[in-house]
């Protein structure tokens, strides 16, 4: 988060923002603290681990008692251990309730230990002080002594403000005293426990010091010194002084003033050199801050004042890497100082990076990296070392000794990352020729190893990282050259030629335009000439131990050209600047070596003037065909590239897939490929044209050039659509050309039968299929190919011809859906398997690679099942294979009988197992050729599943864009057939996700459709007979989700006949009609059939009637209320109708539940609008409104109890509706008598169990007060004194955390329990006795007496009033009464016979 202005310094000085565990950033003068707060403060948080301790709030009175007496800085808070707090602390609690500020809270420590009262006040809020009395200045001033609190704060925000708002108030009053006592409690804080306190006391001092200039920094240094001195300070609290030291210094740098106080400098470097021998606490924070420190300073300071001090640890450069990172850094930032000279004086060499220092530099480069090992970062010195390896001229030695021959040699993790790391952040500083060095090196071939073998999983995987490496260098770097070196380099990395960089590198964006151009020169030069000796290739040892005896060249040569022909895919695919141009050059490279070979070179190709060196295979050929397809997808969604007006025109109108010039790709690869197909000479294809595919490729040209003609003249969507799928198809006949020419064919008729002008007046034969039903069954086909392109395409195309559809169309895409015809398939695959019939489809074939992962995901599954299987063919031996079983033994003499003890020679003993083996042999092999059908059925499963979720794209299409056409109702009960035997079917993923689209295209696209069919005149009767059909399944349903399906779709239907009008009253009455239609009857009657349209109301009346009272009469019903609602809010027309059936049903519903859902739909009916309209009389209104509440009285006097909850239910739907009823009775003043009603209502609150519900209670009194009853209200009791009148309450002392057992409250209960059992329990005599003096209670007002007794003159109070409290500040009272309880318990113990 970026910092505020701070107001107090002027613009450009700002308060930063770090996280609660994080440092508050706050810039110096020179515009910023920087790496020093990143690298201490940040760090120093992570480390220091906060110690527990108690909090004390609104300590006001003896915050002002401590400064007074000047005593405030040890006593008062936050966050500064001191020894007089902890005795004092305590003992005050308990005195100083009275001084409390307004609602402040104290907790009370349970007996802290001597070393935790010192951190006692630590986490205290801001102590309030009493605004009267004329007391100092810091005695009045709450306000100033709440900065303090909220510098403590744990939000790094109210750390912030609290920073801000002290820094403004210290400016503004200018007192000595208080900017005395802020530099005391700031420097106290220093060393507080907890996380946010310290660097928030370290933010603040900072900024009093940056601002008040006149404070000396080396009197502050002295305070932390003296305050926080480690020799002096207990050992528990070492740490925190050591921290307090710490972030003491780091405020006084952070302040911007240090570089001016040379004395102030001096100590602060010796102090955290000092600070540094401690590292158990610290670790290596004092180092890094030194490094800091440098980092700031200018160089004349650095030589009169630190060099001297620092000198020691210049010297020891070599031992640690904190100190030899201090080095390098003076190195770097002094280059005027540290010459070579003097460092011959304190090194022993004039350079760093010399042969004789390599081991010592190693040694130091292996602690760095464990000491790095969690962060996962490149230790600071490491960089360094690096760059001054550079600059010195030395690179090539540090890295060949130090980096490869010395970090590298010892195979261990930490070592190994970082030189991955030291080879991703020495790219920007490298020359050309250095890169060469390092990109070919060993740790280039020890990170292809980690990438291979980190692929197994729970592996740590470097390759993200080296990735934002290179990423940052090429995005920085402006040299292509440079760009070019790294983008090969780490392409030839190759593991048996295959690259170890992925295909689709994202990297490549970030490459300017010379580059890539060459790049790309240079894959096309690797894919026909392979050079392995430019390549960096390695075999892992797991590979040498499974090596098999192969070719080797060639099989590193086609795993070459198959990574860098996915490479050019990925680079038209990638977010980079790309020219058109080349994006031609690769589409054409790739279209060309996927489908043809050069025989002869020629000037008009370019791609056949180099030969490859090693032919390419078929596998090759298959490699690039199936990556070629994937292109052509990645071009249909291409935005138009190029610089010019109209291309930055076509991308606003977010056009893809065409050229500058309007011009699909695939159009221009279909004329590249008839180019190629021309020079049979020079060119050879892949799998060459026959006569007929020839001839199916010319006709497809001729009728894209008739089609581009027409479409320049007309601009017709329509015709872009079928040269799409035209272009797409023709390119599809270099890959499967035996399948793809007769479909082409298919298609060209089609779209000139669709063009045809002619062709569409003259009558076609019956026998022959219209041309929308031929392109419906390409469509099909084409999505049953595994191709997003073709999915996209067969979309739009099915799009543009949804207009023309016929039934016979439609009813080819709803075949595809119908479960019926799957269980023939199936049943077609059983005959096959009994009769072992193999035979593959196109579908299965095109499909082969697709279904692969599907069933390497199930393999573990399909393990188990095979183990169940083989138990169940043990178990089941079919009776064929036992007599040839037998048959064999007997014929080996194997079985018992007449020459059983017979001996039998080696040679028959041979045979005999030989024929055995070969039974068992052939018998594994039916099973495993079951098996095997079994699997080949299962994935045959998957494909049909997969291409009817494809072809319900056809379905939604079909609804968004033809909502009125009236083969819609073709598709209610398909989809609806569809959903319910999903619904009983296995659940599988695949199948859930065909059960949801296909709901949600039935739900969404269809029912719930704003626009319909308007002229179903002559559906009329079937729409009719179709609704009633619905409603009744719907009824007879047991699934209510499904029920659902089906009364949905009867509202859709109602809504279609009821918005379509009929054609004689579509049309307009003539003058002479309508002086005849005047009369009222006959405009009631044309009002009625105007709002009805062609539905036949009468008739669905009696429909949904019968449903309503099945659903409310019947136990069970797959019905819900929540459909009838539904038909209530969207046709109110059918509320008068069906009003009488909810009436009868409140009193004759089946169950309670069924009478409070008659309740809740007579409710929602009454409350419409229309419901009234559609009423002739007032007296029909009012004889409603009576029925009604004469219902609901009898069915309110039935009820007598309240066991279940849906009594409860019954009841509150009733008062709902009554609460409606009697104020339509009141507001319309309707003559309906409610002395009845009233009278249920009064007898219904007497029954058990009435007051248990809230909003039971709340329903009733609501209607009650509108029956003109007054809600009782409930008596408070009177609280009564807790002291008799004229007593002097006693102080009560607070009690301690007890048990639930031992608090007074329940010990009564106890004792009251068992004086009633006592009674109860006892005689006769004393039973009677204790009734007369006390009645039902009088076990309780025994034992009432009797402590009176005990309590001595307590007892005349208690006449007054209940019994005073014990007090419980008085020793002697606090003894007697547990010296009575325990005789009260004694008593109570004993048994009656006992007592007696």
């Given at each position: 988060m970026q910092g505020a202005e701070c107001p107090l310094r002027g613009p450009g000085r700002t308060v930063g923002a770090g996280g609660p565990a994080g440092p508050c950033e706050v810039t110096s003068q020179r515009g910023g603290c920087g790496s020093l707060l990143r690298s201490t403060m940040e760090a120093g948080l992570a480390k220091a681990a906060p110690l527990p301790g108690p909090r004390c709030r609104g300590l006001s009175a003896l915050a002002a008692r401590d400064l007074k007496s000047g005593r405030g800085s040890s006593r008062s808070p936050p966050e500064v251990p001191g020894r007089g707090t902890g005795r004092a602390l305590p003992r005050r609690l308990g005195?100083?309730?009275?001084?409390?500020?307004?609602?402040?809270?104290?907790?009370?420590?349970?007996?802290?230990?001597?070393?935790?009262?010192?951190?006692?006040?630590?986490?205290?809020?801001?102590?309030?002080?009493?605004?009267?009395?004329?007391?100092?200045?810091?005695?009045?001033?709450?306000?100033?002594?709440?900065?303090?609190?909220?510098?403590?704060?744990?939000?790094?925000?109210?750390?912030?403000?609290?920073?801000?708002?002290?820094?403004?108030?210290?400016?503004?009053?200018?007192?000595?005293?208080?900017?005395?006592?802020?530099?005391?409690?700031?420097?106290?804080?220093?060393?507080?426990?907890?996380?946010?306190?310290?660097?928030?006391?370290?933010?603040?001092?900072?900024?009093?010091?940056?601002?008040?200039?006149?404070?000396?920094?080396?009197?502050?240094?002295?305070?932390?010194?003296?305050?926080?001195?480690?020799?002096?300070?207990?050992?528990?609290?070492?740490?925190?002084?050591?921290?307090?030291?710490?972030?003491?210094?780091?405020?006084?740098?952070?302040?911007?003033?240090?570089?001016?106080?040379?004395?102030?400098?001096?100590?602060?470097?010796?102090?955290?050199?000092?600070?540094?021998?401690?590292?158990?606490?610290?670790?290596?924070?004092?180092?890094?801050?030194?490094?800091d420190i440098l980092s700031e300073i200018p160089e004349a300071v650095f030589e009169e004042v630190l060099f001297s001090a620092l000198q020691a640890d210049l010297t020891s450069a070599f031992s640690t890497p904190e100190q030899l990172h201090l080095l390098l850094v003076g190195i770097q930032k002094f280059p005027g100082v540290l010459k070579p000279d003097k460092l011959k004086i304190l090194l022993g060499s004039s350079a760093i990076v010399t042969m004789e220092n390599i081991p010592r530099l190693v040694k130091v480069l292996k602690t760095a990296a464990r000491s790095e090992k969690k962060d996962r970062n490149l230790p600071r010195v490491g960089l360094d070392l690096l760059r001054v390896s550079v600059k010195e001229g030395a690179f090539e030695l540090f890295w060949k000794e130090a980096v490869e021959n010395g970090l590298l040699k010892e195979k261990s993790g930490p070592n190994s990352y970082m030189c991955y790391r030291l080879l991703g952040s020495a790219l920007p500083l490298l020359s050309l020729d250095q890169l060469q060095i390092v990109l070919r090196g060993e740790v280039m071939r020890h990170y292809g190893d980690h990438v291979v073998s980190a692929q197994l999983p729970d592996r740590f995987k470097f390759a993200p990282e080296m990735e934002t490496y290179v990423n940052s260098f090429l995005e920085g770097c402006d040299d292509p050259e440079k760009q070019l070196a790294v983008m090969i380099g780490f392409s030839t990395l190759t593991n048996q030629g295959y690259p170890v960089v992925p295909s689709f590198w994202k990297v490549v964006k970030h490459l300017q335009p010379v580059a890539l151009l060459k790049y790309v020169d240079w894959l096309k030069r690797m894919f026909l000439r392979p050079e392995f000796d430019c390549c960096l290739d390695f075999t892992t040892s797991r590979q040498k131990q499974n090596q098999e005896k192969v070719n080797m060249t060639q099989h590193r040569v086609v795993r070459l050209r198959k990574w860098i022909f996915a490479r050019l895919v990925s680079i038209i695919d990638s977010q980079g600047k790309k020219e058109e141009d080349l994006v031609t050059d690769i589409v054409r490279f790739c279209f060309f070596h996927a489908f043809f070979e050069t025989q002869k070179p020629t000037s008009e190709i370019p791609e056949t003037k180099s030969l490859p060196s090693v032919p390419l295979d078929g596998q090759s050929h298959s490699t690039a065909a199936n990556l070629f397809f994937s292109l052509l997808q990645i071009l249909n969604s291409l935005p138009v590239l190029g610089d010019t007006a109209e291309a930055a025109a076509l991308r606003e109108k977010h056009i893809h897939g065409v050229t500058a010039d309007r011009n699909l790709w695939i159009y221009l690869i279909i004329q590249y490929a008839s180019v190629l197909l021309s020079h049979e000479k020079h060119v050879k294809a892949v799998t060459p044209f026959t006569a007929e595919q020839r001839a199916a490729w010319d006709r497809m040209l001729q009728s894209l050039e008739n089609l581009q003609k027409k479409e320049r003249e007309s601009r017709s969507m329509e015709i872009f659509a079928f040269q799409h799928l035209l272009l797409l198809v023709g390119i599809y006949l270099f890959k499967t050309p035996a399948e793809t020419q007769d479909l082409l064919n298919d298609l060209l008729n089609c779209i000139e039968r669709a063009f045809d002008k002619k062709s569409k007046k003259k009558k076609h034969d019956d026998e022959e299929p219209e041309w929308v039903e031929v392109i419906v069954e390409i469509l099909l086909s084409l999505l049953s190919q595994p191709s997003l392109l073709m999915r996209r395409v067969s979309k739009s195309v099915f799009g543009r011809i949804c207009p023309y559809m016929s039934k016979k169309a439609l009813h080819l895409i709803l075949n595809v859906l119908d479960p019926e015809q799957d269980q023939d398939e199936e049943s077609a695959v059983v005959v096959m398997e009994e009769t072992d019939k193999k035979k593959k489809t196109l579908l299965e074939d095109t499909n082969k690679e697709e279904s692969a992962d599907s069933s390497d995901d199930d393999s573990s599954e399909e393990d188990g099942e095979e183990d169940s299987e083989d138990e169940n063919n043990n178990e089941g031996v079919d009776e064929n294979f036992r007599n040839q079983l037998m048959n064999v033994l007997q014929?080996?003499?194997?079985?018992?009988?007449?020459?059983?003890?017979?001996?039998?020679?080696?040679?028959?003993?041979?045979?005999?197992?030989?024929?055995?083996?070969?039974?068992?042999?052939?018998?594994?092999?039916?099973i495993q050729a079951k098996k095997d059908e079994k699997e080949k059925m299962r994935k045959e499963k998957i494909l049909r599943r997969d291409f009817k979720i494809k072809v319900l794209d056809l379905i939604e299409v079909f609804l968004a864009k033809q909502p009125e056409n009236p083969l819609v109702f073709d598709i209610i009960e398909p989809l609806l057939l569809v959903i319910e035997r999903s619904m009983s079917s296995d659940s599988d993923k695949q199948e859930q996700d065909f059960l949801q689209k296909t709901a949600e295209i039935f739900t969404n696209h269809l029912c719930r459709a704003k626009q319909y069919c308007k002229s179903v005149g002559d559906l009329r009767e079937d729409l009719h007979s179709l609704l009633e059909s619905l409603v009744k399944r719907a009824s007879k349903h047991k699934d209510s989700s499904l029920a659902l399906y089906y009364f949905s779709a009867s509202l859709y239907l109602f809504k279609v006949l009821k918005g379509n009008v009929a054609r004689e009253m579509a049309t307009p009455l003539s003058p002479s009609k309508k002086k005849q239609k005047n009369s009222e009857g006959s405009s009631a009657q044309t009002d009625q059939l105007s709002g009805t349209g062609l539905l036949d109301l009468k008739r669905v009346t009696m429909l949904y009637q019968e449903a309503l009272s099945g659903f409310l009469t019947r136990r069970k019903s797959a019905l819900t209320g929540s459909m009838f609602l539904d038909l209530f809010n969207r046709f109110p027309v059918m509320c008068k109708p069906l009003i009488d059936t909810l009436v009868k049903s409140i009193t004759a519903g089946a169950r309670q539940h069924q009478q409070a859902l008659a309740c809740m739909l007579l409710q929602k009916a009454l409350q419409t609008r229309d419901l009234k309209l559609s009423m002739t009389t007032e007296e029909e209104w009012e004889e409603l409104i009576r029925e009604s509440t004469n219902q609901i009285t009898e069915s309110l006097k039935a009820v007598t109890e309240f066991k279940v909850k849906v009594d409860q239910e019954k009841v509150i739907k009733c008062l709902e509706l009554l609460n409606f009823l009697i104020k339509t009775v009141n507001q319309q003043k309707l003559n309906v008598e409610l002395t009845e009603l009233s009278q249920a209502l009064q007898a219904l609150s007497q029954q058990e169990g009435f007051g248990k519900s809230v909003r039971l209670d709340s329903l009733y009194w609501n209607v009650m007060k509108l029956l003109g009853f007054a809600h009782p209200k409930k008596e408070k009791a009177v609280a009564q004194p807790e002291h008799a009148p004229g007593a002097k309450p006693l102080k009560r002392k607070k009690k301690g955390f007890l048990p639930a057992t031992k608090k007074r409250k329940n010990r009564k209960k106890a004792l009251q329990e068992n004086g009633a059992e006592s009674g109860r329990e006892a005689g006769p005599e004393n039973g009677a006795e204790s009734g007369r003096e006390a009645g039902p209670e009088g076990g309780e007002a025994a034992a009432r007496k009797k402590n009176k007794k005990r309590k001595g003159g307590a007892g005349k109070a208690s006449a007054e009033g209940p019994s005073p409290k014990k007090a419980k500040g008085i020793h002697g009272q606090e003894t007697q009464g547990k010296q009575g309880k325990a005789k009260k318990k004694k008593k109570a113990n004993k048994t009656p016979a006992q007592k007696a």
């Open positions: 005195r100083t309730r009275k001084g409390l500020a307004p609602g402040a809270h104290v907790e009370r420590p349970r007996a802290p230990s001597r070393a935790r009262r010192g951190r006692l006040m630590e986490a205290a809020p801001a102590p309030a002080l009493p605004g009267s009395g004329p007391r100092g200045a810091l005695q009045q001033n709450r306000q100033f002594l709440d900065f303090f609190w909220d510098v403590a704060k744990p939000q790094q925000a109210v750390r912030l403000a609290a920073t801000e708002s002290l820094l403004r108030y210290l400016r503004a009053r200018r007192q000595e005293d208080e900017l005395k006592y802020t530099l005391k409690r700031l420097i106290d804080g220093l060393g507080a426990t907890r996380e946010a306190a310290r660097p928030g006391f370290s933010l603040a001092l900072a900024q009093v010091l940056q601002f008040f200039e006149e404070i000396p920094l080396h009197t502050v240094l002295q305070q932390i010194k003296e305050k926080h001195n480690l020799e002096r300070v207990k050992k528990k609290l070492f740490r925190n002084a050591a921290f307090g030291n710490f972030f003491g210094v780091l405020a006084l740098f952070q302040s911007g003033r240090l570089a001016k106080d040379k004395k102030a400098l001096l100590e602060c470097v010796r102090l955290l050199q000092s600070l540094a021998q401690h590292h158990a606490h610290l670790r290596d924070l004092p180092r890094k801050t030194l490094v014929a080996g003499n194997a079985l018992g009988g007449d020459k059983s003890d017979e001996d039998v020679d080696d040679e028959t003993m041979l045979a005999l197992d030989e024929n055995v083996s070969a039974l068992f042999a052939e018998q594994q092999k039916r």
